[in-house]
């Protein structure tokens, strides 16, 4: 189930080069499939049609070799479905969840945690949140399948959104892949067979990663060139 508006997107891979007069040169890679307006539901705590749901939203991506391999940044969005009833936009109610970032191995998610974020929260209101996450500067490497996903935090106040994706991605691109742990299930059962379903070959989360040749405390990247991948 999704909402969408009648907007165009590109599968995109963004190859960056900075060198800024008296600043450290830097290499950078972003990944980014863009936003198309559409937001896939159901999201977060609780849902009148269903009962407490915890659905889990998962993308998988890889940096091909040469490519940048400490995470600067993770942008998405996400919208505030509505009551209780998850009917519509009209009676907005906040989202609270955590992103996680993991390594992938075809069928769950393995090993620590490379990245957690804070709570995170949508903003109660008819338009989309938009999310831009400070990584860290954590490394990953390259030729390696990695996830990020979004698990809902339960706070015993019933919160519902959709997070924005496309159904005409590039399947070579990464995969969007959903847990359904319902009430009983923990998120260690992510890390099991079986949890994740694939949820088609051709729809992605969108989203803009954007990974450095150094941590960012200490370069600056701008960018130089653009490759796109299909329309």
Same mark, same amino acid.
């Given at each position: 189930?999704?909402?969408?508006?009648?907007?165009?997107?590109?599968?995109?891979?963004?190859?960056?080069?900075? #060198?800024? &007069?008296?600043? $450290?040169? %830097?290499? %950078?890679?972003?990944?980014?499939?863009?936003? !198309?307006?559409? *937001?896939?539901?159901?999201?977060? $705590?609780?849902?009148?049609?269903?009962?407490?749901?915890?659905?889990?939203?998962?993308? +998988?991506?890889?940096?091909? %070799?040469?490519?940048?391999?400490?995470?600067? &940044?993770? %942008?998405?969005?996400?919208?505030?479905?509505?009551?209780?009833?998850?009917?519509?936009?009209?009676? /907005?109610?906040? !989202?609270?969840?955590?992103?996680?970032?993991?390594?992938?191995?075809?069928?769950?998610?393995?090993?620590?945690?490379?990245? @957690?974020?804070?709570?995170?929260?949508?903003? $109660?209101?008819? $338009?989309?949140?938009?999310?831009?996450?400070?990584?860290?500067?954590?490394?990953?490497? +390259?030729?390696?399948?990695?996830?990020?996903?979004?698990?809902?935090? *339960?706070?015993?106040?019933?919160?519902?959104?959709?997070?924005?994706?496309?159904?005409?991605?590039?399947?070579?691109?990464?995969?969007?892949?959903?847990?359904?742990?319902?009430?009983?299930?923990?998120?260690?059962?992510?890390?099991?067979?079986?949890?994740?379903?694939?949820?088609?070959?051709?729809?992605?989360?969108?989203?803009?990663?954007? +990974?450095?040749?150094? /941590? #960012?405390?200490?370069? @600056?990247?701008?960018? &130089?060139?653009? #490759?796109?991948?299909?329309?």
């Amino acid at each position: 189930m999704y909402r969408q508006k009648p907007k165009i997107g590109l599968i995109a891979v963004v190859m960056l080069t900075a #060198l800024l &007069s008296g600043v $450290e040169r %830097a290499e %950078a890679t972003i990944l980014e499939i863009p936003d !198309v307006g559409s *937001f896939f539901q159901i999201f977060g $705590e609780e849902d009148a049609r269903f009962g407490p749901r915890r659905f889990v939203w998962g993308q +998988t991506f890889r940096l091909n %070799a040469g490519s940048d391999t400490f995470l600067n &940044s993770l %942008a998405f969005r996400m919208m505030d479905i509505g009551g209780a009833d998850g009917s519509d936009f009209d009676d /907005p109610d906040s !989202v609270d969840f955590r992103l996680f970032i993991y390594e992938w191995d075809s069928s769950k998610i393995i090993n620590d945690a490379i990245f @957690v974020s804070p709570a995170l929260s949508t903003n $109660e209101s008819d $338009e989309p949140t938009s999310f831009q996450i400070d990584l860290g500067g954590r490394e990953i490497k +390259t030729e390696t399948d990695y996830m990020w996903l979004l698990d809902p935090i *339960f706070d015993g106040v019933a919160g519902t959104g959709g997070v924005s994706w496309t159904p005409s991605g590039v399947p070579e691109f990464g995969e969007f892949y959903v847990a359904f742990l319902g009430t009983s299930g923990t998120f260690n059962d992510l890390f099991a067979d079986g949890s994740w379903n694939l949820f088609g070959t051709t729809r992605e989360l969108t989203f803009r990663l954007e +990974t450095t040749s150094q /941590p #960012l405390s200490s370069v @600056v990247p701008e960018p &130089s060139s653009l #490759l796109l991948l299909g329309s």
